[in-house]
């Protein structure tokens, strides 16, 4: 996708983060093999993934299938519970189930707009029951959802409210579930790959109605794709992730035009770019390895066209690039500092692969 910006410069202002994940780590239990063979096995889904998602602000989480993406945002969303860090909302420790006031905060937009309504039902019944249950009309149901369905701009409300989901586009129906969202005044939008299951032609509209809804009503929006040009569209900071861990951070721009980390170089690579002339000069090789036992030292080193000794023993520590751009890299550790991070790399990934053992 070659689309102009719809990101704003970021404000010099430091602002109180509304909703934060810090060291986000969970693992799920698999079963591998039939009848008697069969063993239980622990795939390694996030580790040590930390988010902050700031008032008025999309923060774009990037990455291809499986590299965690999704089970960060149901972490956040409290749907599921972290194995290890926590999750804070305006600075204190979020409830540890999701409540419905933590919903009432923190609401959800799925991928699948189809799925996520009730065929059975009209628009309006969708939006009637957030705003009963949370007493968000104000003793006014029509105009409340007829006001829900403007901030989405189906327009006029009657004619959609009246709806069933089968009548509506793709574009329509996940503006009914966006307007779900807002139902019940929430300061955080998470959404799950919104717009991948949208034809091309009516994409641009949904994550323009995200960028509107992030000036106008200052929401924290959580951006979850694996279309790194639609990143850079949307969002104000992008935070790319490998394997279940964190490789990349930096405003969307910087990040784009000077990717620091080789995973994120190779997935702007792989973006359609009508403009580029040549061949990608970074050709992605091989796939995401298996999160079952994920490979020692930097997860991508198996796929890295800069490999080096060190990245295959040792995991490499997050540093600043510049003031706001950070990599996970050994590439950007200076030499001279890279006996204390040894240390501390050695220990981490001594620890990790203990953990692994012990669990098999
Ligand atoms: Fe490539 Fe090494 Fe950097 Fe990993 S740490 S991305 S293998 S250069």
Request: charged share 25%.
């Amino acid at each position: 996708m070659n689309l102009a910006y719809a990101n704003r410069p970021t404000s010099p202002i430091p602002v109180r983060p509304v909703l934060e994940g810090r060291e986000l780590t969970k693992s799920f239990w698999v079963k591998q093999g039939r009848g008697l063979f069969a063993q239980r096995a622990r795939v390694h889904a996030v580790e040590g993934v930390t988010v902050r998602l700031d008032p008025g602000t999309v923060t774009a989480l990037v990455g291809e299938s499986g590299a965690g993406k999704t089970t960060v945002a149901r972490l956040l969303a409290k749907i599921i519970k972290p194995d290890a860090g926590e999750v804070l909302l305006d600075g204190r420790p979020a409830p540890e189930a999701r409540s419905r006031a933590y919903a009432a905060q923190v609401q959800m937009v799925f991928q699948d707009p189809f799925a996520s309504l009730n065929p059975v039902h009209r628009v309006r019944h969708h939006l009637v029951r957030p705003l009963q249950i949370h007493h968000m009309a104000n003793g006014n149901l029509e105009a409340a959802v007829a006001d829900l369905l403007r901030r989405v701009a189906l327009k006029p409300p009657d004619h959609f409210a009246r709806k069933f989901p089968h009548e509506l586009s793709g574009g329509q129906r996940q503006r009914v579930a966006i307007a779900r969202g807002l139902a019940v005044r929430p300061r955080v939008l998470i959404a799950d790959e919104p717009v991948s299951m949208l034809d091309v032609s009516i994409r641009l509209g949904v994550l323009n109605l995200l960028a509107d809804l992030r000036d106008r009503e200052k929401l924290a929006i959580l951006y979850v794709t694996h279309d790194i040009a639609s990143a850079r569209y949307l969002a104000d900071t992008i935070m790319v992730m490998y394997a279940g861990q964190l490789v990349e951070t930096a405003p969307s721009v910087t990040l784009t035009d000077r990717p620091a980390h080789p995973y994120t170089q190779l997935l702007l690579a792989a973006a359609p770019d009508p403009d580029r002339l040549k061949p990608p000069a970074l050709a992605g090789r091989g796939a995401p390895p298996s999160l079952l036992a994920p490979p020692s030292g930097c997860r991508f080193h198996p796929r890295c066209p800069y490999v080096m000794e060190i990245c295959k023993r040792q995991v490499p520590p997050s540093v600043a690039v510049s003031s706001d751009h950070s990599a996970a890299c050994w590439l950007h550790v200076d030499p001279k500092t890279q006996r204390v991070n040894d240390k501390h790399s050695l220990a981490t990934e001594r620890d990790s692969v203990d953990q692994r053992n012990e669990e098999r």
